[in-house]
């Protein structure tokens, strides 16, 4: 897959893109930004976490998504009783004599982590290296993965009892962390017409595997103007009440900021936001765009802001 110019290969990621979102429109209504979220995190070569109550179509669209990028898909329901070996595989005695390494479902392109919550946290440790590194190591040998990889994980916010809050090495490895809301009147009313019928939509596949990673790719190589870069680095940096950075007003709402790994993220996320519409270099407002979901579960709200009924999304709004 060659094109005579990135120029070229930027225009076919973004027409690709328009595809992609005409295809999933077909059975997810609404949750425009949601799927732009997602979208961007697969050509940014990232994870999202997808957080939302009961029925907001987080697992059809997850499953939708990896029926139109034509990948390989697994649905992992996360238990109580799930073990690390369920997620990642393990070593069985073969018929002669031999240990052999049994793949788990980890080994896929895109892994629908359904209900991440619900599993205790040695259990959710298990895809760490996995969403890092693109590997697993069992048994003191590493297996690399299938490229591209992906996890799109689902948590409920509602039911506490039962559920394993994610740690914030877990947390800090998903490159979005997405709210489901619900739908508007006119949606819902699209939604129960389409799926109380005989009618069902067919999605067509538009990308493939090797394609998906050569647009991973091309969204590196986009250049980043300098004033960008220290824009998304200064972003960051404000989170942090022990930075040089942050306002007497940051330092008394935040206990925790956002590492290096925002940073990132904000960047790559900007290039890929940029060129999905139409342009070939990020500026701020592509920084902007992407920020709250990057950020939102990266910082950790004092007790002030918690007091004055401040979410996540309006000190990050502050930041602006």
Known sequence: MQYGSDVEAAEA??????????EIGKVIIGQDEVIKYVLVSIFSNGHCLLVGVPGLAKTLLVQTVASALQLDFKRIQFTPDLMPSDIIGAEILGEDRNFKFIHGPVFSNIILADEINRTPPKTQAALLEAMQEK????????????????????????????????????????????????????????????????????????????????FQQLVRNIPVADNVLEYAVRLVGKTR?????ATPQIKRLLNWGAGPRASQFLILGAKCHAVINGKYSPDIEDVQAIAKPILSHRIVRSYHAEAEGLSNDDIIQQLF
């Open 241 to 245: 009440p022990n930075g040089e950075l």
């Open 135 to 214: 590997a697993v190591t069992a048994a003191g040998i590493t297996h690399k993965l299938a490229q591209p990889f992906f996890v799109l994980a689902t948590q409920n916010p509602i039911e506490q009892e039962g559920t394993y809050p994610l740690p914030e090495a877990q947390l800090d490895r998903f490159m979005f962390n997405v709210t489901l809301s619900y739908p508007t009147f006119a949606e819902e009313l699209q939604v129960v017409k389409n799926t109380t019928g005989t009618i069902k939509s067919e999605v067509n596949h538009i990308l493939n595997a090797q394609q998906i990673v050569y």
């Open 13 to 22: 990621l973004c027409q690709a893109y328009k595809k992609l979102r005409a």
